[in-house]
């Protein structure tokens, strides 16, 4: 059974910046696609970026793209999404997300497995 564990999220000033991390358990992740998804208040969850465990490929959605990166450490089973530049708007609870056996998605359809999410919060 896999298990994802966020951590990382709290409250930060605009323009201040965050770094989540996703810790991923009960496999070996040597292929498949990792996403960070986010959802606000009121919203639905929306993509925000993905990274593929083998090549470390990348797709971001065009609200964070320049301010967000998302990396991997294959070693640790581990993602993380460094978040800078932050606006008000960035405000919503972020999950992480496994699709082990697929490319890059945008669809949150296409994962398998969530984790609990984190809260992040950035005051204006």
């Known amino acids: 059974q896999v298990q994802l564990v966020e951590s990382g999220g709290g409250l930060v000033q605009a323009g201040g910046s965050l770094r989540l991390s996703c810790a991923a358990s009960g496999r070996?992740?040597?292929?498949?696609?990792?996403?960070?998804?986010?959802?606000?208040?009121?919203?639905?969850r929306e993509f925000v970026a993905a990274i593929t465990w083998s090549g470390g490929r990348t797709s971001y959605a065009d609200s964070v793209k320049g301010r967000f990166t998302i990396s991997r450490d294959n070693a640790k089973n581990t993602v993380y999404l460094q978040m800078n530049s932050l606006k008000p708007e960035d405000t919503a609870v972020y999950y992480c997300a496994a699709r082990p056996w697929g490319s890059r998605s945008y669809y949150l359809s296409d994962y398998d497995y969530w984790g609990q999410g984190t809260q992040v919060t950035v005051s204006s």
């Open 28 to 44: 070996t992740f040597s292929s498949g696609t990792m996403g960070w998804f986010r959802q606000a208040p009121g919203k639905e």
